[in-house]
Nanobody, 127 residues
Framework: QVQLVESGGGLVQAGDSLRLSCAASGRTFNHYAMGWFRQAPGKEREFVAA????????YYASSVKGRFTISRDNALNTVYLQMNSLKPEDTAVYYC????????????????????WGQGTQVTVSS
């Protein structure tokens, strides 16, 4: 699997914006769907957003739809999560991961069970 490193988190106030980055090293993740997930303290990890292998299709959890935007730049081997209008309930550690099969859309990745995760990046939103 590709090594993925998340960055861009921080401490912000409600209503602020953050842009998270997921950078890959080693093997490129071109042709693979990518997803963002998050885990709040005491909660299970949950799906946030996904983008299809060619970047043409996206899929979002209802809790972030209209506020978050996932995108990818294959030339930089990076996936982004633009988070606007942040709420305290968005507070969590955010992780990214790649689909195990090529040429798929973004929906399947939402419920896929991943074998490994990176360190993630902490997002804390105060009220």
């Amino acid at each position: 699997q590709v090594q993925l490193v998340e960055s861009g988190g921080g401490l912000v106030q409600a209503g602020d914006s953050l842009r998270l980055s997921c950078a890959a090293s080693g093997r490129t993740f071109n042709h693979y769907a990518m997803g963002w997930f998050r885990q709040a303290p005491g909660k299970e990890r949950e799906f946030v957003a996904a983008i299809g292998w060619n970047g043409a299709s996206t899929y979002y959890a209802s809790s972030v739809k209209g506020r978050f935007t996932i995108s990818r730049d294959n030339a930089l081997n990076t996936v982004y999560l633009q988070m606007n209008s942040l709420k305290p309930e968005d507070t969590a550690v955010y992780y990214c991961n790649a689909d195990e099969y090529r040429f798929r859309g973004p929906i399947t990745i939402a419920t896929h069970t991943f074998g490994s995760w990176g360190q993630g990046t902490q997002v804390t939103v105060s009220s």
